[in-house]
Nanobody
Framework: QLQLVESGGGLVQPGGSLTLSCAAS????????IGWFRQAPGKEREGISC????????NYADSVKGRFTISRDNAKNTVYLQMNSLKPEDTAIYYC?????????????????WGQGTQVTVSS
């Protein structure tokens, strides 16, 4: 069974930075594309970034482009999301998930094996 565990969330002031980690358990992460999603209270789960198996291809939602960077270290079986210039509207639970297809399309239906999520709160 594919299992992902997110970590690195927390409370940060506007303009600050956080790095989230998505670690794989029980399987080799390097075989799969991985996506990051987020869900704020009362809102739909939003796809924000994904990365191909080798890391050669990435994709970002317009809402985070230029501020967030996705990367992966297959030797550590981990995918990262570096978040800079954080805004209060970035407050959400952040999830990672395994891509079900080769393409990196940020649609919730294209991903599975969701982690439990990590809370990110941006507030002064």
């Amino acid at each position: 069974q594919l299992q992902l565990v997110e970590s690195g969330g927390g409370l940060v002031q506007p303009g600050g930075s956080l790095t989230l980690s998505c670690a794989a358990s029980g399987f080799t992460l390097g075989y799969y594309g991985i996506g990051w999603f987020r869900q704020a209270p009362g809102k739909e789960r939003e796809g924000i970034s994904c990365i191909s198996r080798t890391g050669g291809s990435t994709n970002y939602a317009d809402s985070v482009k230029g501020r967030f960077t996705i990367s992966r270290d297959n030797a550590k079986n981990t995918v990262y999301l570096q978040m800079n210039s954080l805004k209060p509207e970035d407050t959400a639970i952040y999830y990672c998930a395994v891509s079900l297809f080769r393409s990196c399309v940020l649609s919730r239906a294209n991903f599975g094996s969701w982690g439990q999520g990590t809370q990110v709160t941006v507030s002064s």
